[in-house]
């Protein structure tokens, strides 16, 4: 089993800028992605951004160019850094992990949850 640990959030007035980091933990694991999703209250969950092994990145249409996702070079940890919030920001963003597990077993894991409140 993959363990996540995501840490970040809080509360920032709009155009304040947070940052989430999530590290992603198992012997024998490959890891193909690793992402944010977030929900807000009576939403969809919805993509914010992920990484995949080998680099590239994909983000959700409302945070293109105010989010920017980056992983640390041992490749299990990732952070989102977001600037520019808004009040549409808020939500509960959750890290996901996909990947391989030496014998082959493919797993999605995803994190608790962390709450991020744009609010003046």
């Known amino acids: 089993q993959v363990q996540l640990v995501e840490s970040g959030g809080g509360v920032v007035q709009p155009g304040g800028s947070l940052r989430l980091s999530c590290t992603a933990s198992?012997?024998?694991?490959?890891?193909?992605?690793m992402g944010w999703y977030r929900q807000a209250p009576g939403e969809q969950r919805e993509m914010v951004a992920r990484?995949?092994?080998?680099?590239?990145?994909g983000y959700g249409d409302s945070v293109k160019g105010r989010f920017t996702i980056s992983r640390d070079n041992a490749g299990n940890t990732v952070t989102l850094y977001m600037n520019s919030l808004i009040p549409e920001d808020t939500a509960v963003y959750y890290c996901?992990?996909?990947?391989?597990?030496?014998?082959?077993?493919?797993?999605?894991?995803w994190g608790q949850g962390t709450q991020v409140t744009v609010a003046s």
């Open positions: 198992a012997s024998g694991f490959t890891i193909n992605s």
């Open positions: 990484i995949a092994s080998g680099g590239s990145t």
């Open positions: 996901f992990v996909r990947g391989v597990h030496s014998d082959l077993e493919f797993e999605e894991t």
